[in-house]
């Protein structure tokens, strides 16, 4: 094989590919859509945030009845004063003439219940909660147990476990304290979507191309002056590209709605790149998995009649991709499993499934390399093999190979 | 402007060179032993029935299908990436990307040829005077009718002056114009010395333009000659004569029919032209027109393959 001419001709195919689907209303649409989708949930939780801390006053009283003249202390909780009343009636009043925000009445009997009333205004239309049983319960408590035990011991009462935990080897030795950055691993996870959108975004575009060179019959012409491998090859570069710049163009948004938001009241992990090692595993596991499903997908144009048919089977191609979202929670919580292990040595579930375990420091240089030795060798027969699919049924219009029909092709290369 | 060729890979006179070639699908042989041969300057029209396994031979020797045996020399090196470059092909199932513009289209065609993109876009813009289409090229593929779509599918297979030119029925949908304009181009690549070979179900233009004629049916070659061979080899027993009286009696010679005021006579076995034309001349016949009546390619056609088959469309 020339590989300078295939090269050359696979650019010529790319450069058109990336150029034409670029072009595509459609493209720029779907392109603008996610990000605009993103900007609008975040304004409205923006929106909401500013509603919602508007509507909480910082400073608050509570008003109370106390029939048990056990309550007679510990008035200021943080923002919240909480003041006394002698009767039921006063109470009301002030809650009525808004001297109070809100009221409770403690009965006679609540050391035996621990029942107490809220006092409240007739609501009409949405009921939102503003009741502060937290502040309420702190305020109970502290003037329950003042004076009689300590203040640690008051504090335990209040907040019992700060569960920690240690970790020990096989030798019973302390294992290296190493916390999980929280960014990193949203990067990881992110990488792992960001895998399953290019497969599904790229390779649609591939099974789309082909579908409509296929029905408007210029496959013959291209055939006749580039080969099916170096036809696929330019696919796969070009449609690869338009949605890597789809999906970085995304991602950016994403970071520049993450800052968006960082600037409301909400608190962000620091946001900072992975350390190389990790960082190129991953780049390594997204190009290779881009590779073998796009390849698949090309299998898939190749062997379907319309864009509608191959629309409707390409779930065969996506469902692999997607399986190991399935599993993260007990990836997450035990990604040595076997389970986990399992999916990184299937090349059809590793992408995903690595990058989960990379983000988790959880996969051995071996296991590693065996993974991806698996991917690079299906890779390679995936690739020979929708050459000869390529080759045989890209011409056939109207009529989808049969199974039988198929497996003689894909043994006979013919 | 004329329509030059490009240069050659070898000095040989032999452009096409096919040595039997063999193709199976499934378990049928589409072509059996199939070998050809076409020369520079050189037009080969390629006719059969339908189903006959023209298109499969033509997929093979531009490397779209591999055959199961059998060799495909082009300009006398073996079928290769670059030597799929020197050939044109106008396939039968044709078709463009529509949304793209007229000399776009042309230009990423010539480069996937191996031109550079300048040298591709200025001979699409040529190339489309040359086809008196110079005022379509900035619109889009869409924009233009069939026979335009034609023409222009016509410009991106000689786009790269390619040494050799495979048409597959280049006529279909064109009207007498543009066909005509496109059998003085082809007329044109002649001279400059590419070989043609072109597939039909139209005899009268495989008689108008063929050099030579290659049928197959059933996936063999059944004819395979120059044309005017095959004519004199394929000549008839009649004869065709304007004369002024018909004798009653002229030995070697059968049924009478007169077409106005031409007579066909049916000579019996062993009788010769000469021997009739003497006998009329001796009964004092004047003789204004005497000729051995040669048969249509479309008689020799039914001849070879019968009948039953339909002339039209080719699905192979």
């Known amino acids: 094989m020339n590989w300078g001419l295939t090269m050359n001709k696979s650019g010529i195919v790319a450069r058109r590919e990336?150029?034409?689907?670029?072009?595509?209303?459609?493209?720029?649409?779907?392109?603008?859509?996610?990000?605009?989708?993103?900007?609008?949930?975040?304004?409205?939780?923006?929106?909401?945030?500013?509603?919602?801390?508007?509507?909480?006053?910082?400073?608050?009283?509570?008003g109370y009845v106390d029939a048990t003249s056990s309550f007679d202390g510990a008035f200021e909780q943080g923002l919240v004063t909480f003041k006394p009343y002698g009767d039921e009636a006063a109470a009301i009043g002030a809650l009525l003439d808004d001297e109070i925000d809100q009221l409770y009445v403690i009965p006679v009997n609540y050391l035996e219940t621990g029942v107490v009333l809220e006092v409240k205004r007739e609501e009409r239309g949405l009921s939102i909660d503003t009741s502060s049983t937290t502040t309420l319960r702190r305020f109970l408590v502290d003037n329950l147990l003042e004076g009689a035990v300590s203040e640690y011991q008051i504090e335990r009462v209040r907040q019992p476990v700060v569960l920690a935990t240690l970790e020990v080897d096989e030798s019973g030795a302390p294992v290296k304290d190493d916390p999980?950055?929280?960014?990193?691993?949203?990067?990881?996870?992110?990488?792992?979507?960001?895998?399953?959108?290019?497969i599904m975004t790229s390779a649609?575009?591939?099974?789309?191309?082909?579908?409509?060179?296929?029905?408007?019959?210029?496959?013959?012409?291209?055939?006749?002056?580039?080969?099916?491998?170096?036809?696929?090859?330019?696919?796969?570069?070009?449609?690869?590209?338009?949605?890597?710049?789809?999906?970085?163009?995304?991602?950016?948004?994403?970071?520049?709605?993450?800052?968006?938001?960082?600037?409301?009241?909400?608190?962000?992990?620091?946001?900072?790149?992975?350390?190389?090692?990790?960082?190129?595993?991953?780049?390594?596991?997204?190009?290779?998995?881009?590779?073998?499903f796009g390849t698949l997908m090309a299998a898939l144009g190749a062997i379907t009649t319309s864009q509608r048919e191959s629309s409707q089977i390409s779930f065969i191609v996506i469902f692999p991709?997607?399986?190991?979202?399935?599993?993260?929670?007990?990836?997450?919580?035990?990604?040595d499993s076997t389970l986990a292990t399992v999916l990184t040595l299937i090349p059809f579930t590793?992408?995903?499934?690595?990058?989960?375990?990379?983000?988790?420091?959880?996969?051995?240089?071996?296991?590693?390399?065996?993974?991806?030795?698996?991917?690079?060798?299906?890779?390679?027969?995936?690739?020979?093999?929708?050459?000869?699919?390529?080759?045989?049924?890209?011409?056939?219009?109207?009529?989808?190979?049969g199974i039988r029909e198929m497996g003689r092709t894909l043994m006979s290369g013919r | 402007m004329t329509v030059q060729s490009g240069s050659v890979f070898s000095s040989g006179t032999i452009a096409i060179e096919v040595q039997g070639l063999w193709k199976r699908f499934g378990d049928k042989d589409v072509v059996q032993d199939v070998s050809l041969s076409v020369e520079r300057g050189q037009v080969v029209g390629f006719v059969g029935p339908n189903g006959a396994g023209k298109t499969t031979t033509i997929r093979m020797l531009l490397d779209i299908l591999k055959p199961d045996r059998g060799s495909v020399h082009i300009l006398g090196n073996q079928l290769s990436a670059e030597s799929q470059d020197r050939i044109g092909y106008l396939p039968e199932e044709r078709g463009l990307y529509?949304?793209?513009?007229?000399?776009?289209?042309?230009?990423?065609?010539?480069?996937?040829?191996?031109?550079?993109?300048?040298?591709?876009?200025?001979?699409?813009?040529?190339?489309?005077?040359?086809?008196?289409?110079?005022?379509?090229?900035?619109?889009?593929?869409?924009?233009?009718?069939?026979?335009?779509?034609?023409?222009?599918?016509?410009?991106?297979?000689?786009?790269?002056?390619?040494?050799?030119?495979?048409?597959?029925?280049?006529?279909?949908?064109?009207?007498?114009?543009?066909?005509?304009?496109?059998?003085?181009?082809?007329?044109?690549?002649?001279?400059?010395?590419?070989?043609?070979?072109?597939?039909?179900?139209?005899?009268?233009?495989?008689?108008?333009?063929s050099d030579k004629v290659m049928m197959i049916n059933r996936g063999r070659v059944v004819l395979d000659d120059r044309l005017a061979d095959i004519k004199r080899r394929y000549r008839g027993d009649a004869l065709k004569m304007v004369v002024d009286f018909m004798p009653e009696e002229l030995d070697g010679t059968g049924d009478v029919h007169r077409d106005g005021d031409v007579y066909e006579v049916r000579m019996l076995p062993?009788?010769?032209?000469?021997?009739?034309?003497?006998?009329?001349?001796?009964?004092?016949?004047?003789?204004?027109?005497?000729?051995?009546?040669?048969?249509?390619?479309?008689?020799?056609?039914?001849?070879?393959?019968?009948?039953?088959?339909?002339?039209?469309?080719d699905h192979e």
């Open chain 1, 321 to 335: 991709a997607v399986a190991p979202t399935w599993f993260i929670t007990p990836m997450l919580t035990n990604p």
């Open chain 1, 204 to 292: 649609g575009y591939i099974l789309q191309g082909l579908n409509e060179e296929k029905e408007n019959r210029i496959m013959e012409v291209l055939l006749s002056s580039v080969s099916p491998s170096q036809l696929m090859l330019g696919k796969l570069l070009g449609l690869g590209a338009a949605g890597l710049i789809q999906v970085v163009l995304w991602a950016i948004s994403g970071v520049a709605l993450l800052l968006l938001l960082g600037s409301g009241d909400i608190d962000l992990p620091e946001l900072t790149l992975p350390p190389p090692v990790p960082l190129l595993l991953g780049l390594a596991y997204f190009f290779l998995g881009y590779a073998l």
């Open chain 1, 18 to 62: 990336l150029g034409s689907t670029l072009g595509r209303t459609s493209f720029r649409l779907m392109t603008a859509l996610i990000p605009v989708l993103g900007l609008v949930a975040v304004i409205g939780f923006l929106v909401f945030q500013a509603v919602r801390s508007e509507g909480a006053p910082e400073e608050k009283t509570i």
């Open chain 1, 180 to 198: 999980l950055n929280v960014a990193h691993l949203a990067f990881f996870l992110g990488l792992g979507v960001l895998i399953v959108i290019s």
């Open chain 2, 98 to 209: 529509r949304g793209q513009k007229v000399t776009d289209l042309l230009a990423y065609l010539g480069m996937l040829k191996g031109m550079t993109k300048e040298g591709a876009s200025a001979r699409a813009n040529d190339l489309l005077e040359r086809l008196g289409m110079g005022e379509h090229a900035g619109k889009k593929i869409s924009e233009m009718s069939r026979g335009l779509g034609q023409l222009i599918q016509f410009a991106a297979t000689i786009i790269h002056r390619p040494s050799i030119i495979v048409l597959d029925e280049p006529f279909s949908g064109l009207d007498p114009i543009n066909v005509r304009l496109m059998k003085d181009v082809i007329t044109e690549l002649r001279q400059d010395g590419v070989a043609l070979l072109f597939s039909t179900h139209q005899m009268e233009q495989v008689e108008e333009l």
């Open chain 1, 350 to 401: 590793a992408p995903v499934t690595a990058l989960f375990r990379i983000a988790l420091g959880a996969i051995g240089p071996l296991e590693l390399a065996l993974s991806m030795a698996l991917m690079l060798g299906t890779i390679f027969l995936t690739v020979l093999l929708t050459q000869r699919l390529f080759r045989v049924y890209l011409l056939m219009y109207g009529r989808r190979p």
């Open chain 2, 270 to 313: 062993g009788a010769t032209p000469e021997h009739v034309l003497r006998q009329l001349l001796d009964k004092g016949v004047a003789v204004e027109r005497f000729e051995v009546a040669t048969p249509r390619m479309e008689d020799i056609f039914l001849m070879l393959v019968g009948s039953g088959h339909e002339l039209g469309a």
